[in-house]
């Protein structure tokens, strides 16, 4: 049934269930239904403040030009790590052609077992340094014994006398 002096093709007017032999008629319970989600809708946007669609459009804009402060400052940054990288290239490419245009002469040439001794000398020295100042009771004191030993033992000057007091040595060693 319908509302009181309402037609029954308005769109608009609530209709009322209506019931034969205590059964709910169903194409009119889909009707109702059909209606009252309209209304609901046509009453959502109605209760849509005159302000709240300015405001959510402003707000993403300040989003858009946030996330876009962002992508420029992304973009700022990867291009100073492809400059850095062009040149990093430009010099190993020099090295290269310095190697390539200069061949090295055979009694100037150092071996490559001479060349791994001096490190391992440098190593075991730094190692044993090391071994004797670190303690691994806690990650926070491995830390700071870490810190300390790099400050005392890594200084130019005392890994200079590291590297003569090896090359002496091995000098030695081969003569």
Known sequence: MTEPGASPEDPWVKVEYAYS??????GLFVESTRKGSVVSRANSIGSTSASSVPNTAIDYIQFLHKEKKKQEEEVSTLRKDVTALK??????????????????????QV?????????????????????????????????????????????????????????????????
């Open 21 to 26: 032999d205590n059964s709910l008629d169903p």
């Open 87 to 108: 040149i990093m290239k430009v010099n190993y490419e020099q090295i290269v052609k310095a190697h390539q245009d200069n061949p090295h002469e055979g009694e100037d």
């Open 111 to 175: 071996s490559d077992q001479v060349k791994f001794n001096v490190f391992q000398g440098i190593m075991d020295s730094l190692f044993q340094s090391f071994n004797a100042s670190i303690s691994v009771a806690s990650f926070q004191e491995l830390s700071a014994c870490v810190f300390s030993w790099i400050e005392e033992h890594c200084k130019p000057q005392t890994l200079r006398e590291i590297v003569i007091g090896v090359l002496h040595q091995l000098k030695n060693q081969l003569y």
